[in-house]
């Protein structure tokens, strides 16, 4: 049944977050080189317990080779922006994208937080497919959807950008941007709800940064040098 109330986690203000208690287990990804697949692994936090600062479970991934990177909350307290509420939402799946490999997991942790498990996975051809993009970096959870961006394009070129997903089915809406304008390369991304602005950054295509980097290419400038401001509601660059 969904919540009738807010998750008590999602904070209107970063002093009320600040005030709030602090949390009792960390995940953090572990990469593997060995042929062995990356894994979730699970850090007691709580001072008090005998297991504190150790790992205390891991959870293997179903692949070998993904590479995860940036991931996130399905919601937060963006989930209460005035104009795109979704107050129903909970905080308990770990959106895990995958830098080598283009794939999304989405990890639940709520029936047991020290057992988390992969509950869906969303291949990389069906992310190519509905949005363009590949080699997917960063998760934040947004107002009216998962964001998600990919370095490159679905063949690994570009331009990349931002992607997004639906908050209940974990499925891709496809790309976000309306109107890129001049932007093609693309790396980290953030906004300013209340002022209604995205920040992208850049870095570089895909295939100058997968077999290590080159000097060459840092010469030429073939690396990204500019910040892109973005109106978030219409998704229109500035």
């Known amino acids: 049944m969904a919540l009738m109330t807010p998750d008590p986690t999602f904070y209107p203000s970063a002093r009320l977050a600040q005030q709030a208690p602090p949390e009792r287990l960390a995940y953090v990804a572990v990469l593997n080189t060995n042929g062995k697949p990356d894994a979730m692994s699970v850090v007691d936090l709580d001072p008090n317990s005998p297991t504190y600062s150790t790992i205390v479970n891991s959870l293997d991934m179903p692949n070998v080779g993904d590479e995860l990177h940036h991931f996130g909350w399905n919601a937060c307290s963006a989930s209460l922006c005035p104009y795109a509420p979704h107050p129903h939402l909970e905080r308990r799946y770990l959106i895990v ?15 047991d937080p020290f057992n988390p498990q992969v509950v869906k996975t969303v291949e990389s051809d069906v992310i190519a497919n509905r949005t363009g993009y590949s ?3 960063t998760v934040h959870c947004g107002p009216d959807a998962i964001y ?5 394009s679905s063949d690994g070129v570009s331009p990349g950008g931002i992607l997004r997903i639906d908050h209940n089915t974990f499925e891709p809406l496809g790309a976000w941007e309306l109107d890129r304008g001049p932007q093609t390369l693309a790396y980290d991304f953030w906004w300013h709800i209340g002022l209604d602005v995205a920040i992208t950054s850049e870095w570089c295509t895909p295939d100058l940064f997968e077999s290590g980097p080159s000097l060459a290419d840092i010469v030429a400038g073939n690396y990204g040098h500019k910040i892109h401001f973005w109106d978030l509601r219409r998704r229109r660059h500035l």
């Open 148 to 152: 998600l961006n990919g370095i490159g």
């Open 135 to 137: 080699r997917l970096h």
């Open 97 to 111: 994208p995958t830098l080598r490999t283009s794939r999304i997991y989405v990890i639940d942790t709520k029936p």
